[in-house]
């Protein structure tokens, strides 16, 4: 990860970096995109953005009077945006605690850097208490009804029209982005798709088939759009934000608006292209098969979490979280 603290005007205050990959992810360029996204928020659009995607990575902002702090990491790290006003907080106390200018944190890097690393060390451990806590809260008996439910979807599914877009299409349709449809399917993040009518209700019958806990609740189609579906499709988008709990897709410009990247999920969106609807259907499940043997670990208490890998324990955390 890299966190910078800078001015408005994009001077570096301070920097803290921890990728251990040789690419090395310029400061300039980064305060350099601060700046300009400063400006062009004030003079155009109005607010200044919560993250973006900047090379291959997820930049996380936020703003505080005259300081921004910047948040650079891997699109399926554990950090987020919701960590930066934290860090700001520690950043300030040392300020206070040594009594120096903003202008002189250069040369309190190794003091300040303590502080951050303190910061992001509990930042994960209460991640883990948290996890760690909804899977001890887990209702078995719902969970066993959960597991049940992969015997039957399959039938339940693909029961009236059967009216489907292949995956090829689809990832036509949507050059970048797929994988966090995919992501949202799987951990029931709300998606709205809009555009032309016939496309969106398609696009939602074949994306029915990808839920591998629970048969979803769509509607292929409304003038207004209305809360309460897993899938909807609608031309009444205005006034949706998107984020990290809604996605949004715009089938018209082939353009995916929040949600989450995931390079498990790009993977699975590679694998699917080419495949058809039953086959889509039989590779998702075959991929997505320890999402059921972690509920099932979970049943008799051995914990199998404990085995899989950060990505996939932060996948399980959230489709627990939102079904718990």
């Not at 992810?25 to 919560?50: K, M, Q, W, Y």
């Not at 003091?111 to 951050?116: A, D, P, Q």
């Not at 399959?154 to 966090?180: A, M, N, Q, Y």
């Amino acid at each position: 990860m890299k966190i910078l603290i800078t001015t408005r005007n994009g001077e570096l205050l301070y920097q803290y970096e921890s990728f251990s990959e040789k690419r090395i992810h310029d400061n300039a360029l980064v305060t350099g995109l601060i700046s300009a996204i400063v400006t062009l928020s004030s003079e155009v659009i109005c607010s200044f953005p919560r993250e973006i995607e900047f090379e291959g990575k997820i930049l996380y902002f936020y703003i505080e009077n005259e300081l921004i702090v910047a948040l650079l990491v891997d699109i399926d790290g554990p950090f987020d945006g919701s960590i930066l006003p934290i860090l700001l907080a520690e950043f300030k106390k040392v300020q206070q605690k040594l009594n120096f200018s903003i202008f002189q944190a250069i040369k309190f890097e190794k003091e300040i850097s303590v502080e951050i690393k303190a910061c992001l060390a509990e930042y994960l451990s209460n991640i883990q208490k948290n996890m760690i806590n909804i899977f001890e809260k887990t209702d078995l008996q719902d969970y066993d009804s959960l597991i049940k439910l992969k015997n039957v979807a399959k039938d339940r599914v693909l029961e009236g029209t059967k009216d489907f877009l292949s995956f090829e299409v689809i990832t036509r349709i949507l050059p970048e982005g797929f994988d966090k449809v995919l992501y949202a399917v799987v951990v029931g993040i709300p998606i709205v798709i809009n555009g032309n009518r016939n496309l969106v209700e398609s696009m939602i019958h074949s994306l029915r088939l990808l839920s591998p806990t629970k048969l979803l609740n769509i509607k292929l189609w409304s003038f207004k759009f209305e809360k309460g579906f897993d899938i909807i499709g609608t031309n009444d988008v205005k006034g949706l934000l998107p984020s990290n709990m809604l996605l949004v897709v715009n089938l018209d410009d082939g353009i995916v608006y929040g949600g989450r990247s995931s390079t498990y999920f790009e993977s699975i969106a590679s694998q699917l292209i080419g495949l058809d609807a039953l086959e889509a259907y039989s590779l998702l499940r075959t991929e997505l098969n320890w999402v059921f043997e972690a509920l099932e670990s979970l049943s008799i208490r051995t914990h199998s979490k404990d085995s899989l890998s950060l990505e996939k324990q932060m996948i399980l955390f959230e489709l627990l979280n939102r079904l718990h």
